[in-house]
């Protein structure tokens, strides 16, 4: 999808470098510390700008990294090539370990938490007898290919441009692939995700995983690099510089960890050469002018330096499109059709005092569109909410093709077959409408992170984003296929949900406010998607307060009033029933 | 284990862990109100703490100069971002708080310091001298990026940290200093001393607390600021200036920090650096306080005190593995008894 020759390019340029006759060792040495801190914050934009996840521990996974290769290589003789493997096991290990306990934390827990344990582990480097306590480990060997000693800083550069490139294109492998989407979606709140089938607590712990051993793979470098270790640059401090190369960069780009790297390097390192002269010895401005610039940049361009330098590069990716011939293999649905689908017996939800949903009963049945309706507050929200598991019940049974599905958890939901829109539309608003939309087909797909990384998952891949692109076109937004989901509007956006829930194959789809911010003519164009869909065998359960819309399309009305159910029967009958009225107009009307 | 040793230690842990609720609470403060970490806050304990020092042996120190320096800029930032509309009476309002204001401070610093000034004149300075620098910060660094993510915010947070630590060590130079204590007095009971300084500190924290207590769940401007700190758009819709919130907040945990700072100079020596750590084991209370609650943050604060104190005894070298691991058990304990929330992404 995406072309590679800027990345040759890019490629052939850094290799040319050290090639060129008089190129100082001093700048080589720059190129390599670069290299050195874009490999970290590379990780760091997927945990961070794509996974939403903040971590200022990063420098710590270097920690383990480098100290792992320094002591085999030093006190065991092992060769440092064997060491790596070992280095990358130990900070995977560590970040399984410090990730679940901290991936679960929300919000701005997670990255004080990261803090406390990256201010932990350093001191414990800078402790622990076995590996030297604050002075390190030093006389580690060079790295060596058969007699030949990466000594200089002009034969390990190759290594570490090599490890940078090669991890940039699995990164970005990755990030397009479906457990790409996966980790994509995260940063928007997991309640759509998980509605889809993403287990949110494994794709965050894989991110993080993934973080680390990019940061293991940097220390390894870096300890057969400067060929001793010490604690310091596996401080706290290392770890928040980390993540602002990350943020001044461009968190959300892979590229923009190499370029933030280069930017703050580059800056660092003329701060301190010429800062001395500016204010004639005073070298301690280095930090503040460094600090000073940091927030300049940030004012500047809150997103980041990549994102701005993207604006002025003259080439657009050319989109290949899905060859929509192929396609998933469907549900597998019992030869004769149950008469009830989805029967609620006196679900009850309770919040503290307030009753939201007080014993309401009801059922869905094949091919029928139920409406759910009700004035504001009356709990048709939360109604869907336990019925997709989002929310426990109070009490009350749910069951669905006969089985008892209350309480489970959304994942399990949706493999049987119910799929959802939300009220709030929850689209990722800077991925394509393609991309959203193949995160319904989730479950549909089975390759993993490492087969995306290597791209063995590309038929696979093929499979879902043809299944989306066949339901984009169904629903109608075949030109809007390639923008991105933020850019549509409101209306188009619940249309995207709607799509992505048909990706899931469902035996019955869930609406809620299906019709709300569209134009008349979309609104039929809807309806006619649903009818259609229901002649084809599926049911539909819609909450809308497009009254027209509602009495037009269903074959049965449920009324919610105060979380009780005060009507049930056809559009006719509902629009008589005295108590309907009396909940929507007040006293007798 | 001596009782006389675990008395000592607990009221160590509990002198420390006073001041870390301190800071713990203005740390709760600035991000319930504006959604910044605030990393800097070291820095104002350090040159709350280090600016009295250096007041107290006579001599102007350079945080003065600074003020004015970043009032002068923020006044031009001002001035600029009302280009369009230059009303006499908000250039006016602006010009003296950026200008007059902290010239009024250096002004009053030259004047009044030297070897004999009274300590309350000192920590008064001080004090105005650390809120200035804050309300300028908030001014210049953060409110252009009020309405970026809390990532973002974090991370510029972290350069105003560098920042004003580099200029720390050109104001106060890499030795430390110590501050005259603010009383003398001593009294003991049973086997333990308590000092006049310790009094004080407890007797400034329990005040804190309480009046900040009293502030958010009585005044006005109080619960204007516990609304902006739940919903910024809302706030303004019911015409709470967020700006004037973000400053009070910046406002009151700079002056909580510099007084925090200037209670402990005198027990302990300190560094232009050593602020971050102090300020990091008040970020821990206030995780486990779960950046929302004020009593349960004081009484984390005194728990991170007494741990540190007592590791600080059993096992010096690992004082601060151990302090900083203890984060970890109680965010396993938050994030099994509460499941993770939907947040509306930023």
């Keep these: 999808m995406i072309d590679r020759w800027p990345l040759f390019v890019f490629a052939a340029v850094m290799a040319a470098i050290p090639l060129i006759p008089g190129m100082p060792p001093f700048w080589i040495v720059l190129l390599d510390n670069i290299g050195l801190a874009a490999l970290v914050a590379m990780g760091l934009v997927l945990l961070t700008g794509v996974g939403g996840l903040t971590s200022f521990g990063q420098a710590a996974f270097c920690g383990f990294g480098a100290y792992t290769t320094a002591l085999l290589s030093t006190a065991y003789g092992v060769s440092p090539w064997l060491a790596l493997p070992a280095s990358l096991i130990v900070s995977g290990v560590a970040a399984v370990i410090l990730g679940l306990i901290t991936v679960r934390l929300s919000g701005h827990y997670l990255p004080l938490g990261t803090i406390a344990w990256g201010i932990g582990l350093y001191y414990l480097f800078s402790k622990l007898e076995f590996i030297g306590r604050n002075d390190g480990i030093s006389n580690i060997p060079p790295l060596s290919i058969g007699g030949f000693r990466m000594l200089d800083p002009h034969s390990i550069y190759f290594v570490i441009w090599t490890a940078v490139l090669i991890s940039a294109v699995l990164t970005m492998n990755l990030l397009d692939s479906r457990t790409g989407r996966a980790i994509r979606a995260l940063r928007r709140?997991?309640?759509?995700?998980?509605?889809f089938g993403v287990q949110t607590p494994r794709a965050?712990?894989?991110?993080?995983?993934?973080?680390?051993?990019?940061?293991?793979?940097?220390?390894?470098?870096?300890?057969?690099?400067?060929?001793?270790?010490?604690?310091?640059?596996?401080?706290?401090?290392?770890?928040?510089?980390?993540?602002?190369?990350?943020?001044?960069?461009?968190?959300?780009?892979?590229?923009?960890?190499?370029?933030?790297?280069?930017?703050?390097?580059?800056?660092?390192?003329?701060?301190?050469?010429?800062?001395?002269?500016?204010?004639?010895?005073?070298?301690?401005?280095?930090?503040?002018?460094?600090?000073?610039?940091?927030?300049?940049?940030?004012?500047?361009?809150?997103?980041?330096?990549?994102?701005?330098?993207?604006s002025w590069w003259p080439f657009r990716a050319r989109r290949k499109h899905p060859d929509t011939a192929l396609t998933l293999p469907g549900r597998v649905r019992?030869?004769?059709?149950?008469?009830?689908?989805?029967?609620?017996?006196?679900?009850?939800?309770?919040?503290?005092?307030?009753?939201?949903?007080?014993?309401?009963?009801?059922d869905v049945q094949t091919r029928e569109i139920v409406a759910l309706i009700g004035p504001n507050g009356a709990g048709k929200s939360t109604t869907f909410n336990l019925i997709t598991g989002v929310l426990t019940t109070t009490g009350g049974a749910i069951s669905f093709l006969g089985k008892h599905v209350d309480n489970a958890p959304p994942q399990e939901i949706v493999k049987v077959g119910i799929a959802r829109t939300f009220q709030h539309v929850k689209l990722v608003p800077d991925m394509t409408v393609l991309e959203n939309v193949a995160i319904g087909a989730h479950l549909r797909g089975s390759s993993g992170a490492i087969s995306s990384m290597l791209r063995l998952d590309r038929a696979d891949e093929a499979r879902l984003l043809a299944e989306a692109t066949r339901q984009i076109e169904r629903v109608g937004l075949g030109d809007q296929i390639d923008q991105l989901a933020g850019s549509l509007s409101l209306g188009q956006q619940r249309i995207v949900e709607i799509a992505r829930a048909l990706c899931v194959d469902p035996v019955l789809l869930l609406l809620d406010e299906p019709a709300a911010g569209l134009r008349h003519m979309e609104k039929q164009r809807l309806a006619a998607l649903l009818r259609q869909l229901r002649d084809g065998g599926m049911s539909v359960l819609l909450v809308e307060h497009d009254m027209g819309f509602v009495m037009d399309l269903a074959d049965r009305v449920v009324v919610l009033d105060f979380g009780t159910k005060i009507a049930e029967g056809t559009p006719q009958a509902i629009k008589t029933n005295p108590d309907v009225i009396k909940a929507y107009l007040g006293a007798e009307a | 284990m001596n009782t006389t040793i675990m008395l000592f230690l607990i009221q160590d842990g509990i002198t420390n862990g006073a001041i870390y609720a301190l800071l713990g609470l203005a740390l709760v403060l600035v991000f319930a109100v504006t959604r910044v970490i605030l990393i800097p806050q070291g820095e104002f304990v350090t040159f709350g703490a280090l600016s009295y020092a250096m007041l107290c042996t006579g001599t102007v120190p350079g945080t003065v100069w600074l003020a004015l320096a970043m009032g002068a800029v923020a006044f031009v930032l001002d001035l600029f971002t009302a280009r369009r509309a230059l009303h006499l009476n908000r250039i006016g309002r602006s010009f003296a708080l950026n200008l007059v204001f902290p010239a009024a401070i250096v002004a009053a610093t030259y004047l009044l310091a030297g070897p004999k000034t009274p300590i309350a004149v000192n920590i008064v300075l001080a004090l105005l001298t650390v809120a200035a620098i804050a309300l300028y910060l908030y001014r210049l660094a953060f409110q252009p990026l009020a309405h970026t993510s809390v990532l973002v915010l974090l991370i510029a947070s972290v350069g105003c940290h560098l920042a004003l630590q580099g200029l720390g060590l050109v104001f106060f130079g890499a030795e430390g200093l110590r501050g005259p204590p603010i009383s003398t007095a001593a009294f003991t009971v049973g086997t333990l001393r308590f000092t006049g300084q310790s009094i004080a500190v407890y007797a400034v924290t329990i005040a804190f607390i309480i009046a900040l207590w009293l502030f958010f769940g009585t005044t006005l401007m109080g619960k204007a600021l516990r609304a902006t700190a739940v919903n910024r758009l809302g706030a303004r819709l019911v015409g709470i200036r967020t700006t004037l919130s973000g400053q009070i907040a910046f406002l009151l945990a700079s002056v909580i920090g510099a007084i925090s700072g200037i209670l402990i100079v005198p027990i302990t020596t300190l560094y232009y650096d050593t602020g971050f750590l102090i300020g990091l084991k008040g970020f821990i209370a206030?995780?486990?306080?779960?950046?929302?609650?004020?009593?349960?943050?004081?009484?984390?604060?005194l728990v991170v005190g007494c741990v540190e104190a007592f590791s600080s005894f059993y096992a010096s070298n690992f004082k601060e593995v151990i302090v900083f691991t203890l984060i970890i058990p109680v965010l396993v304990l938050r994030s099994l008894a509460a499941p993770a929330v939907e947040e509306e992404g930023d």
Aim: charged share 10%; aromatic share 12%.
């Design chain 2, 286 to 301: 206030a995780i486990i306080g779960g950046l929302v609650s004020y009593p349960l943050t004081a009484v984390a604060a």
């Design chain 1, 204 to 310: 965050k712990l894989l991110v993080f995983i993934y973080a680390a051993v990019l940061a293991g793979l940097s220390g390894w470098l870096y300890a057969h690099f400067q060929r001793a270790v010490t604690p310091t640059p596996f401080s706290a401090h290392a770890g928040i510089e980390y993540l602002f190369i990350a943020v001044v960069g461009g968190a959300g780009y892979v590229w923009g960890g190499v370029l933030g790297a280069g930017i703050v390097v580059i800056l660092k390192e003329i701060l301190q050469s010429y800062l001395p002269y500016i204010f004639g010895g005073m070298a301690q401005l280095e930090t503040t002018v460094f600090g000073i610039l940091l927030v300049l940049l940030l004012q500047l361009a809150p997103s980041g330096a990549w994102p701005l330098l993207m």
């Design chain 1, 334 to 362: 019992s030869p004769t059709e149950p008469a009830v689908l989805l029967q609620i017996e006196n679900a009850r939800k309770v919040f503290g005092g307030v009753i939201a949903v007080n014993d309401v009963s009801f």
């Design chain 1, 189 to 195: 709140g997991h309640i759509a995700a998980e509605a």
